[in-house]
């Protein structure tokens, strides 16, 4: 079975500046997706960005990006120019296949200060 | 056009009784996918539907819990004799098998409170 580890509960970052949040995981597959969500207080869940295992360049989208440590099963997002919008929870997710259930962690609340 | 919607928005049902949520997927989506938020947790996966067929329903924790749906639109979940430990945001997913990789769109959720 796939785990999905988030170790940090709580971060916090000062408007324009940059953060990075932390995503480890385990599986025995080769190929596989890992994502990011943003939840925010209104529940929404919004995808932030999407990583596909064979892809080797990291992802980007605008202001997001990730560092992708396939060997490591490591999977961070760094967030540049932080907006106080950008204030949610975030959650690493795992997909096995393209369409498949999301194996999600435990999520990093994230609040950026004015 | 719409995205996934849920209803109710908010539940509160008595230890015991049976409580229905709904889901309405993103028109033309075959997969639509139901999910468990516990307070402060992330979320659990319940079950899977592509199309009306349910080919994963390993998530659903007992017995108490079901889900059927119509085609490739509306999904219910149904929780009998409901328990506290129940309590918990109820989300919904789904998702076109047409695209190159598949996201998921989420719909806002149900909030359900025993008491």
């Known amino acids: 079975a796939q785990t999905v580890t988030q170790s940090q509960p709580e971060m916090s970052v000062q408007e324009a500046e940059t953060v990075t949040l932390s995503c480890t995981y385990d599986?025995?597959?080769?190929?596989?997706?890992l994502f990011w969500y943003k939840q925010p207080p209104s529940r929404q869940m919004i995808l932030v960005i999407r990583?596909?295992?064979?892809?080797?360049q990291n992802a980007t989208e605008n202001r997001f990006s990730v560092n992708f440590q396939k060997a490591a099963k490591s999977f961070s997002l760094k967030i540049s120019d932080s907006q106080l919008g950008d204030t949610a929870m975030y959650f690493c997710?795992?997909?096995?296949?393209?369409?498949?259930?999301?194996?999600f962690g435990e999520g990093t609340q994230l609040t950026v200060n004015p | 056009g719409a995205g996934v919607s849920q209803s109710p928005s908010n539940k509160v049902t008595e230890k015991g009784k049976d409580v229905e949520l709904r889901c309405d997927p993103i028109?033309?989506?075959?997969?639509l996918y139901w999910y468990r938020q516990r307070l402060g947790q992330g979320l659990e996966f319940l079950i899977y539907?592509?199309?009306?067929?349910?080919?994963?329903k390993s998530g659903l924790p007992s017995d108490r819990f079901s889900a059927e749906r119509t085609g490739e639109s509306v999904s219910t979940l149904t929780i009998q004799r409901t328990q506290q430990e129940d309590s918990a945001v109820y989300l919904c997913?789904?998702?076109?098998?047409?695209?190159?990789?598949?996201?998921?769109?989420f719909g806002p959720g149900t909030r359900l409170t025993v008491t």
């Open positions: 028109s033309g989506h075959t997969a």
């Open positions: 599986t025995s597959e080769s190929n596989y997706y």
């Open positions: 990583q596909e295992a064979y892809k080797q």
């Open positions: 997710a795992f997909a096995r296949t393209s369409g498949s259930r999301l194996t």
């Open positions: 997913a789904s998702s076109s098998r047409f695209e190159g990789l598949s996201e998921q769109y």
């Open positions: 539907f592509q199309g009306n067929s349910a080919p994963d």
